[in-house]
């Protein structure tokens, strides 16, 4: 079928409303960030919670609390830990020692927290919740329903990374690759998009669970605008690119922790990629695509062919809790 | 041994700096809120994260972060879940359902979420961390180091209740016994000392994991003081008191989810007393004891017979894992 025509029969199928939630139980998928994770919030959480929607971030006055703490300027964290009975105490003062210096990386400071124990067998070692407290940046003001045709897309370094390290360390593939994950803060790159393209700048997103895919299509949704991406553009490490090649997986899907999308204005997108690329580890940044008026809610590649496909929604979970 | 030598000779260990973490591996003891907690957060958190402490709630300017969310006057709160494939939607929807009932009832936006799914098998159905966000009440400077001899101790209604309510629903005792939790709100009673108390006011305690004993033991501590109980005046159910004598447990150590301990100037505690009572669920609270200036950093409690006996910290778990 046309690439174009199968992107405006699905159309109707992405502009419907909220997804109810069907299924009797949880299943991974749930937690992979695509549609059944947007399912499970949007059909379930939301409605049950009374609340329009669950982002993970929220404006209070002109406070912002959220689990991702770069689209603001951090103040303070929480850090609530729930610990598996038998875990060894050098290990867990290893991973709280690395949170510190993460913290103090950042420039955040760790403000209060709280400890659960529960027995052998009824956790996975250590699982972490943090909450970040900020102020809200007055350079910006960011939305992600502001996209308009022409925006800029930029992601701020190679993507794939974090989700392929993970995959080869798990050992289950039989791989070997010098994989190694982006984890670091972003708040320099932000810091940096902010201080040249402020007011320009539509909207950012770190691409952690479900890649940058999900996030290009979290946009054009939210904007009701579609999403053009140059497959040649894309910045990926030719370790990360063969690994998920031999396993049958596009990066695009694969889990980040160290790299956002930005969506600029045409006018103030090059010199907001000069900037990027000068903050640390943002080295490879590059400009991806453009933001089109139609077929609005969908995600196109154009393939290094002159091809074009749909980049739908992650469906299932290619690589289970990573982040 | 005569009871107050006995307290004096614990007076060097009560004294001591903060305790080490010798500990090879995490226990369910480390989760109980007793001694081994105060080890894991005060001689193994805290340093490794280089913080002078790490308390379940901080000021930030003139907010509050808090895991808590009664001393402040609440904003919002954040909901992270973690879920274990396989739980059932209907039970996840009937817990957020009465999470957003109890916010509600709170006074309480829920703004922001995340969630997780792990594998089957690690995690016990549901795991949820809240983070609340707060403003400072400008009524009342609250410290944990404030307390001065001729102090009074309120606690809000009857003891034990959440505890006994949970260790006889899991039925590994064979007992029955009409004995309802207690988990509610505390914003109103809180409400009703700082309009009535407001200055007069030190401190204040929810009392839930290594119950009333624990907090009493906390705070004398932090101010130096000792802290002197009449047992007769401690509020408890008859049904709780029966359950836990046959358990051989007291119930200063059992965990409450609804019931806060406040310490107030002399002056002002009758009236306090009086509006606490007056708050929804808060009808049985009483005055039972208060603070003195010797034997420093200890909880000594007045039996009915005219002894006196030490209140030690909670040392190992009653009852794993109830909140």
Redesign the interface.
């Known amino acids: 079928m046309d690439p174009e025509r199968h992107a405006l029969e699905l159309i109707d199928r992405v502009r419907s409303k909220a997804p109810r939630?069907k299924?009797?139980?949880?299943?991974?998928?749930?937690?992979?960030g695509g549609k059944a994770?947007r399912a499970?919030?949007e059909g379930?959480?939301a409605p049950?919670?009374?609340?329009h929607d669950?982002?993970?971030?929220?404006a209070?006055?002109e406070?912002a609390?959220?689990?991702d703490s770069f689209v603001v300027r951090p103040?303070?964290v929480?850090?609530?830990?729930?610990?598996?009975?038998?875990?060894?105490?050098d290990e867990?003062?290893a991973q709280?020692?690395s949170?510190?210096a993460a913290?103090?990386a950042a420039g955040v400071?760790?403000?209060?927290?709280?400890?659960?124990?529960?027995?052998r067998?009824?956790?996975?070692g250590i699982?972490v919740?943090t909450?970040g407290?900020g102020r809200l940046d007055p350079r910006a003001q960011l939305s992600p329903a502001s996209l308009e045709p022409g925006d800029r897309i930029l992601v701020s370094g190679s993507i794939g990374d974090h989700g392929t390290a993970v995959m080869l360390a798990r050992g289950e593939f039989e791989l070997e690759a010098p994989v190694e994950s982006d984890t670091r803060s972003l708040w320099p790159a932000v810091d940096a998009l902010l201080d040249t393209a402020g007011p320009s700048l539509r909207a950012m997103r770190d691409a952690t669970r479900g890649g940058v895919a999900t996030v290009l299509n979290e946009l054009a949704r939210s904007s009701g605008v579609a999403i053009l991406v140059q497959e040649a553009r894309i910045p990926v490490k030719p370790e990360v690119a063969g690994a998920c090649e031999i396993l049958g997986i596009d990066p695009m899907y694969v889990a980040n922790e160290g790299k956002l999308v930005a969506f600029v204005a045409p006018g103030a997108a090059e010199a907001a990629l000069a900037a990027l690329r000068c903050a640390p580890g943002c080295e490879d940044a590059n400009e991806i695509g453009e933001v089109q008026a139609e077929p609005a809610g969908l995600v196109l590649v154009e393939t290094g062919f002159g091809g074009r496909r749909v980049m739908d929604m992650l469906v299932g979970d290619p690589l289970?809790?990573i982040c």
Chains 1, 2 share one sequence.
Request: charged content about 25%.
């Open positions: 939630f299924d009797d139980r949880i299943t991974m998928a749930h937690g992979a994770s499970l919030v379930l959480l049950a919670l009374g609340v669950l982002d993970d971030a929220a209070v006055g406070l609390l959220t689990t103040l303070a929480t850090v609530s830990l729930v610990l598996e009975e038998g875990l060894r105490a867990l003062r709280v020692e949170m510190a913290a103090e400071e760790i403000v209060a927290g709280d400890t659960k124990v529960v027995e067998g009824r956790c996975d699982y919740t909450t407290l289970p809790r």
